[in-house]
C-alpha cells in the first residue's frame, strides 16, 4: 500500500500494523456474524412466522412518556 515510505515504515514500528489488525478483527466478526445468522438462513427452517413475530422497531408518539 505504502511503498517505500519510511513514515509509513516508522509508524508500523512504533504502533504496529494497526489497519491490517483492523481489517483482521472485522473478518473475524463477519465470520462469527455469518455462523450466527446461518441458523436463520437454514433452508430446513422454512415455517411461517407469525405478524408481529421478529425484531421491529416501533415508533413513539410525540409528547410526555408514561413510565
Known amino acids: ?5 519510511p513514515i509509513y515504515d516508522r509508524l508500523i514500528a512504533e ?10 478483527e472485522a473478518e473475524r466478526v463477519s ?9 436463520l438462513q437454514s433452508p430446513g ?3 411461517p412466522q407469525a405478524p408481529g413475530n421478529g425484531w421491529q422497531r416501533t415508533a413513539l408518539l410525540p409528547g410526555p412518556r408514561s413510565r
Open 45 to 47: 427452517l422454512d415455517r
Open 15 to 24: 504502533c504496529g500494523d494497526v489497519p491490517a489488525q483492523v481489517r483482521r
Open 31 to 39: 465470520r462469527e456474524l455469518e455462523l450466527v445468522m446461518r441458523p
Open 1 to 5: 500500500m505504502f511503498q517505500d515510505s
